[in-house]
């Protein structure tokens, strides 16, 4: 089977909104990760301490993102080391639970003593024992990067290596981000880095352990989905530490090329789907269009898919938008038609640059000819004078000022944010800093 070819850009274009940090924290955080990724590592010294006074989570974000990053380059892994030790030393119990875990990795990878890299071992694997440690000491990134280490390290056993990794996998299917069927009471963050630290580990235990392919099913599983796509940033890092490279969905693509050899064309055309939606590029759209004439039902592939999309949204919250006199949408309200909200502040500037592809984007849904499949709206919120906004530039889009319930119906925190809704009434986020156009096009079959 042809492979499919999977380009995901990576940017930083979400905006998060409603996240207030200290005065001064900002800047104190690019001065200390500049020098953290620089060889004045020990002159950072103090910028730590200082910025975990100030703001933790910038703190916790600079060491886990920069200094794990600069732990695998050799030149100045050891630089790393020497830093996280006195860091560690000064520091006081939050700050050594933070961080340990990322230590114990580090000491791992440049020992050759048997002894102390059994050591270390077993102190990391006492981390794992407290839970989940997303957004705290992230044990579970460092005990997977340990057992990669240990690859050409055979000082831990097999054995203690298996049990490592199985309670790493207990812990992150344990956790209430993937457990809860609540959407309000979900941690998107948490759920999308403890979904692809479950497909990273399963795929190990596949590759090292046991060739079950159940193992392989289960990473393709917890591979990056939609809202995992949207939330990026919160296993990225990771990625690159595991694969030096940003293959988001290398295992599902390995799964389903296993399934199709396999003769198992049902099961494959399900992993095809799940790919095309997750990544909707015109290559992947083409094969699964290709397969689901091979290997599909008697109904036609806009069935299909629509059925499937259908199959990933999320039940649409009773809400009536009005965006005229004589305009009213009830979300509740069952058509024939696609809907297309674009949440967005006149306050944010990549709402306000990407107005025009907007507009453009709406007088080509108006004029594509015959009746349009999809319904566009634009949601605006805390917006200043919203009205001489739209004249001054033109726009003609349908617009509604809504308010934070809106947002909170939607489970929208940064901006802008495209939610397409079905017209069986389902909803989908479209992930930010990704092509939102061929989503929507691609999912709608514009």
């Not at 077993?122 to 340990?146: I, P, Q, V």
């Not at 046991?210 to 990473?219: F, G, H, S, T, V």
């Not at 699964?288 to 199959?311: H, K």
């Not at 809400?319 to 949440?343: G, P, T």
């Amino acid at each position: 089977m042809r492979r499919f070819l999977l380009v995901l850009m990576v940017s930083a274009m979400s905006l998060p909104v409603f996240c207030q940090s200290p005065k001064g924290s900002a800047s104190l955080y690019n001065d200390l990760s500049d020098k953290l990724k620089k060889e004045q590592i020990m002159n950072a010294l103090p910028l730590s301490l200082k910025m975990y006074r100030i703001y933790v989570p910038y703190f916790w974000d600079a060491h886990h993102r920069v200094l794990s990053k600069r732990l695998i380059e050799d030149d100045y892994g050891i630089k790393v080391l020497g830093f996280l030790k006195v860091l560690i030393s000064k520091g006081n119990t939050e700050i050594k639970e933070m961080l340990t875990p990322l230590y114990l990795w580090g000491k791992v990878r440049y020992s050759t003593d048997s002894v102390q890299v059994n050591e270390n071992f077993s102190d990391l694997a006492e981390y794992l024992e407290e839970g989940t440690g997303f957004a705290n000491s992230k044990a579970e990134t460092y005990m997977l990067m340990t057992l990669q280490e240990l690859e050409q390290k055979p000082f831990v056993s097999k054995e203690r290596q298996q049990q490592a990794l199985e309670k790493v996998i207990s812990n992150l299917e344990a956790c209430a981000c993937l457990t809860s069927t609540k959407m309000e009471e979900v941690n998107w963050s948490e759920r999308a880095w403890s979904r692809y630290l479950l497909a990273q580990a399963y795929h190990y235990r596949f590759e090292h352990f046991d060739k079950n392919p159940e193992y392989m099913a289960l990473a393709a599983e917890y591979s990056p989905d939609v809202r995992d796509v949207i939330e990026k940033q919160a296993f990225l890092p990771d990625a690159l530490m595991f694969t030096g490279q940003i293959e988001l969905l290398k295992y599902r693509i390995a799964y389903c090329s296993w399934l199709d050899e396999d003769g198992n064309h049902e099961e494959a055309l399900e992993e095809m789907a799940a790919i095309a939606f997750a990544y909707p590029s015109e290559g992947n759209m083409k094969f699964l269009i290709d397969y689901y004439a091979n290997y599909g039902g008697e109904q036609g592939f806009p069935i299909f898919w629509q059925a499937y999309i259908n199959s990933k949204g999320t039940e649409v919250p009773n809400l009536k938008l009005r965006f005229s006199k004589y305009h009213k949408v009830n979300l509740k309200e069952k058509s024939n038609k696609w809907l297309m909200f674009d949440f967005w502040g006149g306050w944010c500037p990549p709402c306000v640059k990407e107005m025009p592809q907007v507009q453009a984007f709406y007088h080509e849904n108006l004029t594509r000819g015959g009746v349009p499949k999809l319904m566009f709206y634009s949601l605006s919120f805390m917006s200043e004078d919203l009205s001489q906004f739209m004249e001054e530039n033109d726009y003609t889009f349908p617009v509604e000022e809504i308010d934070r319930g809106a947002l909170e119906a939607f489970g929208v925190s940064n901006f802008p944010t495209k939610v397409l809704v079905t017209p069986e009434r389902k909803f989908i986020i479209i992930p930010h800093g990704l092509d939102w156009k061929l989503y929507v096009e691609n999912y709608v079959m514009l």
